[in-house]
């Protein structure tokens, strides 16, 4: 039965055992090739035991994976860089006193340094999310990633329809992550990088056949959050669909997503469905949908459709 115990004492077990695997360099030893716990333990200077319940503990918690052989391999490339976060929560008290987030590009705040590198790696921790929504999308050819990331979920929709191309566009610092991910699954052709602030870049108009907004959304407020999708819209080409992909209030993990965006974002929040449904509608998209994913993450899919001009219309132009 889960009590508040055993649920702390299990944050904290997998926090440590994480930190652990990083500080011994086990993450990166098998980050380049797999490895069993007797082979870890040569190399990392490290017990046997030891490494064997590290890891098993890592394998519960699902950051590694072991194979047939026995050898572990991580389940995301370059986890390890995601230990400089864990510290970053100590400051939650400060936060939550002076309603400062930890990363502030207006002041030296703890995060500063590190977030740009670190935060790119979170879109990789969506797992089989990323695959289901990629099939609730419509085949499109010309297609707009807003705040791609350094895992891009477009990687998937690219892999599933393969006369597509990828416009990524990310702040400047993050790009070189997002190339890299691309070199990786060898999509580079596919792919044309856009440099520049998701709220201010200028796009072309009625150039996109669909564009993505994955997990963007709720790192704004809800004010910044209709702005962004109203000046989206106009990129969109006629009868181009808008997908918003997002964890929605109310759903399983909300509050635990809610609290990491008050730590690392001006006005982040995690938006009611109603929300989402009236800034598409603002935008003067239709068909509106919405789908939720069936993943062990609450992540919904919801779309808009940028209706075709009418023949008077385009002859007001």
């Known amino acids: 039965m889960s009590t508040p115990y055993l649920n702390l004492?299990?944050?904290?077990?997998?926090?440590a055992a994480f930190s652990?695997?990083?500080r011994l360099g086990l993450l990166d030893r098998i980050d380049r090739e797999p490895a069993n716990p007797a082979e870890l333990a040569r190399t990392c200077g490290a017990t046997e035991r030891g490494v064997r319940v590290v890891l098993a503990a890592l394998a519960e918690g699902g950051f590694v994976e072991?194979?047939?052989?026995?050898?572990?391999?991580?389940?995301?490339?370059?986890?390890?860089?995601?230990h400089p976060l864990i510290p970053l929560w100590d400051h939650l008290?400060?936060?939550v006193r002076t309603g400062i987030p930890v990363y502030d590009p207006n002041s030296a705040s703890p995060g500063k340094a590190i977030y740009p590198q670190t935060m790119t790696y979170l879109a990789g921790l969506w797992g089989d999310a990323i695959d289901h929504a990629i099939t609730t999308l419509p085949a499109a050819t010309r297609i707009l990633d807003v705040g791609a990331g350094a895992e891009p979920w477009t990687i998937s929709y690219c892999r599933r329809h393969p006369k597509s191309h990828i416009t990524a566009l990310d702040l400047p610092e993050v790009l070189p992550s997002t190339r890299r991910a691309v070199s990786r699954a060898g999509l580079t052709d596919r792919y044309t990088f856009l440099p520049g602030d998701v709220l201010t870049a200028p796009l072309e108009p009625c150039?996109?056949?669909?564009i993505i907004v994955a997990q963007v959304c709720?790192?704004?407020d809800r004010s910044n959050g209709s702005a962004l999708i109203k000046r989206l819209t106009p990129a969109l080409a006629e009868e181009g669909v808008l997908a918003i992909i997002d964890t929605l209030a109310c759903a399983p993990g909300s509050a635990m997503q809610e609290l990491s965006l008050y730590l690392r974002t001006q006005a982040g929040a995690v938006h009611q469905p109603d929300?989402?449904?009236?800034w598409l509608a603002d935008a003067g998209l239709t068909e509106i949908t919405s789908t939720d994913l069936p993943t062990k993450l609450a992540i919904a899919v919801l779309t808009g459709r940028k209706p075709r001009q009418s023949a008077s219309a385009h002859d007001n132009r």
């Open 9 to 15: 004492t299990n944050a904290a077990g997998k926090v």
């Open 20 to 22: 652990t695997a990083v």
């Open 66 to 82: 072991q194979l047939a052989d026995g050898r572990y391999r991580p389940v995301l490339t370059g986890l390890a860089a995601l």
């Open 93 to 95: 008290p400060d936060a």
């Open 207 to 210: 150039t996109y056949d669909l």
């Open 218 to 220: 709720s790192l704004f």
């Open 275 to 278: 929300a989402y449904y009236e």
